[in-house]
């Protein structure tokens, strides 16, 4: 399912990362690695906040439909 159908607070871990190339490339240098463990932390207007290797980013919806868990 799609990062977006996470709920708050659940841990899960990336399967897969979608999209096109440069789209992969870029959720790949933030953190969003299959294997990596992903925790949504709440969701903001048309952001996804999360925490990955004990960062936070908000990456937007779009790209969080991408990211496969």
Avoid: C, H, W, Y
Wanted: no cysteine; proline share 6%.
């Amino acid at each position: 399912m799609p990062l977006t159908l996470a709920k708050a607070g659940e841990e899960n871990i990336i399967k897969k990362i979608g999209g096109p190339p440069d789209t992969r490339l870029f959720l790949e240098k933030l953190g969003f690695v299959p294997g990596s463990q992903v925790t949504v932390i709440s969701k903001v207007g048309g952001n996804v906040i999360v925490s990955i290797k004990e960062s936070r980013v908000a990456v937007s919806r779009e790209m969080a439909s991408k990211i496969i868990i």
